[in-house]
């Protein structure tokens, strides 16, 4: 179990477009596994563009202060929650600053294609800085995973239901949703001051943040924006001294099939981890 408390201060400038601060509050240490991840609390510093483009990973998106523009798809709005499946094309992103800045929880984790978070380690701002020292960059051929729903997934947790943990007074839950053959899950937990969630899971890997309150876990008391990664089998206990709400995303395995159904898009691009629907924009951006 990893227990990760928030630091105000470990922020810092990591996009390519240079106008978002980074705070990196968990990674998966495992750049092999096709299950790896990383998630990142994104502070806006400045206006934000960002051209039409997809990726080859997932991303699960939670504003917390702020909205995001999606383009054609859309508004995802301070407190909705937003699945972007692997190779989802999603954008233009246009998004004054605001004040006060807008803060976004974006989970980033390898999809049921396989393809993980090895590509996405050659990182824009490198590929940007190269450019702007005028160094020849190559592209390269990706694959890219064809979408397996047809544009973002938003939910609005205001308009679901508390509902009870079996075995656990005190304790609520709200159940958002469960997507592709991998089972990925979405959920809220609400535990009353005073009471203990008790919980395990035989074989997803369960990321966590405390969106309000204060508890304590394995003798550590945790606040808002700690972050825990429990892996599969490890029991979970946690005591809330004071009413605690919790953000969980569950992570089962991925599982491919037995036959490569060979269901992807190649592409030429400089980053393996990013395509932009017009080439034009690569260079402006990566």
Known sequence: MKIVPYDETAYHMDHPKGTVAFNYLLFGDEPENPSNYRYILGRQEGDFHMP???HTFEQIRLPLIGDMHLGDQGVLYEGEIGYFPEGQTYGPQDDPLTDPKQLQLVLQFGGQS????????AKGKEIKERLI???NVPTQRARFPRPRYKGVIIADPKNFNWLPVPDNKGVEHKFMGSFSERGLWIEMVKIDAGAEWVSTDPKARRLLVVLSGTATVADKEI?????LQVDATEDLR??????T???LIGLPPV???????DNFDYADVLGNAIQFEDPKDERDVS
């Open 245 to 247: 709400e919790i953000y």
């Open 255 to 261: 599982e491919l099939p037995e036959v490569d159904r």
């Open 114 to 121: 396989g393809l993980g978070m090895k590509a996405a380690r």
């Open 52 to 54: 039409r483009h997809r």
């Open 238 to 243: 946690i005591t809330a001294t004071e009413d």
């Open 223 to 227: 606040g808002n924006l700690a972050a």
């Open 133 to 135: 020292r005028g160094e």
